[in-house]
């Protein structure tokens, strides 16, 4: 895995973001204050990434409550280097709310993708798409990846995500979609996995078949303290930050050496935690 995003949920968690100048951002459009969030990345990230916001919108919405037009207009705004092309996610809590399928969803997904990829083509938008593999089973991907190539878009496109894996919490199965889906794929196109835990990283065949992967949860334990206290909290995400970073980096350079993830606790993989330092491909921060 190349890269790791960031991805700042709340105002503290953005000026972590920026105190430390991560260089990997992602923004969800559809989270309160998106535009000041990839406005203040756009200042300091290397590569910022849009999400389209297609949990929160298909669960509350069963679609999406904000036009193409709007959403492209904000990528373009905030000079963002890919965006992803909205998608409706199968997970069972959606799917249970509006009594609808996994195969509606990738049909949906399917023809929202094409929709956008035809006002973005007439735009002058410089970021690039990044289409959206969905299912919820290995077989649901699959058929989502045949629909996809029958419509060209596994030729047209280098960067393609994978849907629905953010609510997991079965490791394996979350691991077998990713090598599913990698295994399915040329070999040129990039991977991305939304959310996923580091335990599901903890692989080192996982870690190979994806080129990114992002969190937004890397200091939940803060957010929850700040909704039951008034007291600052940005130290507490701040050293939270350097730790969950700190595990992703010790994971790549225990891969890089070709050594064997032992199946220990997460707390194992601390690395420089102490010395509050975390390594990037592209520099250092501490």
Not at 255 to 280: A, N
Request: with cysteine.
């Amino acid at each position: 895995m190349k890269i790791f995003y960031l991805s700042p949920a709340s105002g503290t968690q953005c000026v972590v973001c920026r105190t430390i100048r991560y260089p990997y951002i992602l923004v969800n459009f559809m989270t309160k204050n998106s535009s000041y969030y990839a406005k203040t990345a756009r200042t300091f990230a290397k590569i910022l990434l849009i999400d389209s916001g297609g949990f929160p919108s298909s669960f509350i919405y069963n679609g999406y409550n904000r036009s193409d037009l709007e959403y492209l207009h904000f990528v373009r705004l905030v000079k963002a280097d890919y965006f992803v092309l909205r998608d409706y996610p199968c997970e069972p809590q959606i799917l249970k709310k509006f009594n609808i399928t996994v195969k509606d969803q990738i049909h949906r997904t399917l023809e929202h993708h094409l929709k956008l990829i035809e006002l973005y083509e007439r735009s002058e938008i410089k970021a690039q798409p990044i289409p959206v593999i969905q299912g919820w089973s290995i077989d649901d991907y699959l058929y989502c990846i045949d629909l996809f190539k029958e419509h060209g878009l596994i030729d047209r496109f280098d960067y393609i995500a994978i849907g629905s894996t953010c609510r997991r919490h079965q490791v394996k199965t979350t691991q077998q979609i990713i090598l599913t889906v990698r295994e399915e794929l040329p070999s040129r196109i990039k991977l991305h996995a939304f959310g996923v835990k580091l335990n599901v990283l903890q692989s080192k065949a996982v870690w190979d078949a994806l080129y990114s992967a992002d969190s937004s949860a890397w200091d939940f334990i803060a957010r929850w303290k700040s909704l039951r206290s008034s007291d600052d909290t940005f130290q507490l995400s701040y050293n939270l930050a350097l730790n969950y970073l700190a595990k992703i980096e010790n994971l790549r350079r225990i891969f890089s050496s070709q050594l064997v993830l032992p199946g220990s606790s997460s707390s194992s993989l601390s690395g420089k935690i102490k010395e509050g330092v975390v390594r990037f491909a592209g520099g250092r921060i501490g």
